[in-house]
């Protein structure tokens, strides 16, 4: 069966990115990105070397380090260079963290954005050549909206939508659901302390994931934006949670027959 390696949250960090790359080609793996990938970001968005004053564990301080110069920063030429280069895909969703009008943009198709990189829209359906069925489901809500800008560090199409959901689920079943949210909360994740609106408006961002679940009865669902790695199963389903750029739990090699 064809290998993949699934990767967690980038958040534009080449430096992580060429990590799963090579990870990747030694495999002879697909790579397929949860979302929060940013290697295209807009407006007050920028997307740049970590700061090595700043703890890499703190996000918040991250994203106001990424957030401090108000230019568009296109790194997709790079990124792809890098997959050519290596002999490796990489297959990506939407996160909150991503400039959708501008991956919306794309036309529909492989390599819809560079060589060797494809933008899978919402509801989006990608079957290899071993017949495995992959369907895409992107967005999620940001909880720390106070602290952005409308249509320059967050975006409102952020969020799964229903019509999100039926497009999905024209395709039947899948063996693989690919989505940047989870369905329920990973284990140790709290949403204790949320502001109360944003905190309704993620559960029933989950709950479309779950729906989504609930109609396409996939072998696997694995998700990102959490910064979680684990693994669950319930049922005839495994659930992958991936962890961020930086961290061990970044990616999982996974081919179809090992869940």
């Keep these: 069966m064809i290998p993949y390696l699934f990767v967690g949250d980038l958040?534009?960090?080449?430096a992580s990115a060429d990590l799963a790359i090579a990870e990747a080609a030694q495999y002879g793996a697909t790579i397929i990105q949860v979302g929060d990938w940013g290697f295209l970001w807009g407006s007050s968005t920028r997307t740049i070397p970590d700061d090595p004053d700043i703890d890499p564990d703190d996000f918040g301080a991250q994203v106001a380090h990424r957030l401090a110069s108000p230019r568009l920063i296109d790194q997709t030429d790079n990124l792809s260079a890098l997959l050519v280069a290596a002999g490796v895909s990489m297959r990506y969703v939407d996160g909150n963290h991503d400039v959708h009008p501008l991956l919306r943009a794309y036309p529909p198709g492989d390599d819809n954005v560079a060589p060797n990189l494809t933008y899978q829209p919402r509801g989006s359906l990608y079957v290899d050549a071993d017949g495995t069925?992959?369907?895409f489901l992107g967005g999620a809500v940001s909880i720390d909206k106070a602290a952005r800008v409308p249509g320059r560090s967050w975006w409102p199409e952020e969020a799964v939508t229903a019509a999100d959901v039926r497009a999905a689920e024209r395709h039947g079943a899948a063996h693989v659901l690919v989505t940047h949210d989870a369905a329920v909360l990973p284990p140790g994740v709290s949403d204790v302390g949320v502001a109360v609106g944003h905190r309704l408006a993620a559960a029933d961002n989950r709950a479309y994931i779950a729906e989504a679940i609930q109609a396409?009865?996939?072998?696997?669902?694995?998700h990102g934006h959490w910064h979680r790695a684990y693994q669950t199963r319930a049922g005839r389903m495994t659930t992958i949670g991936l962890d961020r750029?930086?961290?061990?739990?970044?990616?999982?090699?996974?081919?179809?027959g090992d869940d």
Excluded: E, T
Excluded at 11 to 14: A, E, L, S, V
Excluded at 216 to 222: A, C, E, I, K, T
């Design 216 to 222: 396409l009865r996939p072998q696997v669902h694995v």
């Design 245 to 256: 750029d930086g961290h061990a739990g970044l990616w999982r090699l996974w081919r179809r």
């Design 11 to 14: 958040h534009g960090n080449m």
């Design 133 to 135: 069925r992959f369907v």
